[in-house]
């Protein structure tokens, strides 16, 4: 299985402020998943980190919003701009494991845990 | 309109019993389903998984079953240990999503001593 790496673990931040995510793989991956989970509820994906590429956003989220770069197959980063109170989650960096037909088995960094003020 | 229901939010047992937690779905074109484990402060981590075409895979003391008639999968844990409170989700993949899950918004289980 991978070794994901997520930091901050937590933060606390004012509100029009932006936040920084970093999730470091300690081998190379395939894909790479930015989801959030909003208090009590379940995981949304936000985008899938393209190496290389602009991020495929899900419905509900762009790009303005969540900026996401990946420049190579171990790293990505996950901004969240401008933020509001509605923006308190917990963040979780996600990738898919280094066997093919893995049959979705995602494996997942610790979160990062937001508090907008 | 959630596709992947996890009706209790929490269940409590006592350790040593079995620990039966529910999961419904409403997608029939869903073909993979899997079950993830939360402790706090860390992320989902992968616990057992079922394809569409079983009704049952055992994995040491956890057992999933899929009722595809009814729509419903159930995560048997036996016997229940105090290591297993944690939250569980339970995740539902279309056929050919790409790692596209679905997720239910979790059960906490408490295992009493």
């Known amino acids: 299985s991978a070794v994901i790496s997520q930091k901050p673990s937590r933060d606390i931040c004012q509100r029009g402020t932006s936040l920084t995510i970093q999730c470091q793989v300690d081998?190379?991956?395939?894909?790479m998943f930015w989801y959030r989970q909003q208090p009590g509820q379940s995981l949304t994906l936000i985008a899938t980190?393209?190496?290389?590429?602009?991020?495929?956003?899900e419905s509900g989220f762009v790009i303005d919003k969540f900026p996401i770069s990946r420049p190579n197959l171990t790293f990505s980063t996950l901004t969240v701009s401008n933020m509001s109170p509605e923006d308190s989650s917990i963040y979780l960096c996600?990738?898919?494991?280094?066997?093919?037909?893995?049959?979705?088995?995602?494996?997942f960094g610790s979160g990062t845990q937001l508090s907008v003020l | 309109d959630q596709q992947v229901k996890q009706n209790s939010p929490s269940l409590s047992v006592q350790e040593g019993r079995i620990s039966i937690l529910n999961c419904d779905y409403t997608?029939?074109?869903?073909?993979?389903f899997l079950w993830y484990k939360k402790y706090p402060a860390e992320g989902p981590t992968f616990l057992i998984s079922?394809?569409?075409i079983k009704d049952k895979n055992e994995d040491g003391r956890f057992t999933v079953f899929l009722n595809k008639s009814a729509k419903h999968l159930s995560l048997h844990i036996v016997p229940s240990q105090p290591g297993d409170s944690a939250v569980y989700f339970c995740?539902?993949?279309?056929?050919?999503?790409?790692?596209?899950?679905?997720w239910g918004a979790g059960t906490k289980l408490i295992i009493k001593p």
């Open positions: 995740a539902a993949s279309p056929l050919g999503s790409n790692y596209q899950l679905i």
């Open positions: 997608n029939s074109m869903f073909d993979y």
């Open positions: 079922i394809s569409s």
């Open positions: 081998s190379q991956v395939t894909m």
């Open positions: 980190a393209n190496q290389g590429s602009e991020a495929t956003y």
């Open positions: 996600s990738v898919t494991g280094p066997e093919d037909g893995a049959n979705e088995k995602l494996f």
